[in-house]
């Protein structure tokens, strides 16, 4: 008998997706005061096609972890992929300013991801594409390099096969779908087509509230984050500016070639 799935899932706390970001010029840093954070949503996909994986394969599964790195508040993210179905919650405390989110690079992520995998014995982890704050897209790849592991990324279909040892992910490229098999172990990276994620339940929520959280530090994983880029400056997008009407296709070309367009 194969061994059964131990699913990590890690999940970040980001700025609400409709939320518009707000940059303070004058510290450069990103304004947190009075935001809405929330799980982000590829993650929140990807708890969720941990838990269809679980209802879908019934007792291949053994657990479904979902892990954070952050700040205290980043706990409450743990607390929503709790009541979504994962079973236990562990949390990496590297105390980071809501205000500077990018000084955690991903490449300090993916090692503390790989430590964590390591001590708990898993086999699968599924993260998020990208995060929508940093819009990285890199961790899980790092995370697989790190590991040593297969790697299935942006993925929008995930079977097991009978065996309970192979995965079969269907990978969204461009023009199409590529399907790629591996073997356990894997990380797995979420696209937007995966599933539509459930609305946890308010029993589950209140059921959440009340799990316990194990908790680590950095130095318990043997992990230096310290932060190797420096943010030399952050500005918001230009304004756009508004088109104009012109009359004549005449004057249409004659405002191209001020514009330098032709
Ligand atoms: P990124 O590479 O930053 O775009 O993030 C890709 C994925 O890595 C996210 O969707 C999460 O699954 C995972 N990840 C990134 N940062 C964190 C974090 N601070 N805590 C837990 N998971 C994270």
Redesign the pocket.
């Known amino acids: 008998m194969p061994p059964r799935l131990n699913i990590v899932v ?3 706390r980001v700025i609400d997706f409709a939320i518009k970001p707000r940059i303070n010029a004058s510290k450069n840093v990103i304004e947190s005061n009075g935001v809405k954070f929330s799980l ?1 949503p ?2 929140e996909i ?1 708890v969720e096609e941990a838990v269809r994986l679980r209802e879908k394969n019934k007792d291949v599964v053994e657990s479904i972890t979902a ?4 700040n205290t508040k980043s706990q409450d993210v743990l607390r929503s992929a709790l009541a979504i179905g994962a079973d236990k919650a562990a949390f990496i405390d590297t105390a980071t300013d809501d205000a500077t989110p990018l000084s ?1 690079e ?1 490449l300090s ?1 993916a090692k503390l991801i790989r430590s964590y995998v390591i001590k708990q014995g898993s086999n699968v982890v599924i ?5 929508i704050d ?7 790849q790092i995370l697989a390099g790190l590991l040593g592991w297969s790697q299935a990324t942006n993925a929008s279909k995930v079977e097991i096969e009978p065996d309970f040892a192979t995965v079969t992910v269907t990978r969204e490229v461009d023009g199409g779908e590529e399907i790629v098999r591996a073997s356990l172990p894997i990380v797995i990276t979420t696209d937007l087509r995966l599933n539509v994620p459930r609305y946890a339940k308010l029993k589950d929520i209140m059921g959440a509230k009340k799990k316990k959280i194990e908790k680590f530090t950095p130095a318990d994983l043997e992990v230096d984050v310290s932060p190797r880029l420096q943010v030399v400056s952050l500005q918001e997008p230009a304004k756009r500016v508004g088109g104009t009407k012109v009359d004549t296709v005449d004057q249409l070309i004659a405002k191209l070639k001020d514009a330098g367009a032709v």
Do not use: Y
């Open positions: 890690p999940v970040k982000n590829f993650c990807a892990l954070t790195v952050g955690l991903p992520v993260l998020g594409k990208q995060a940093d819009d990285a897209n890199q961790t899980g």
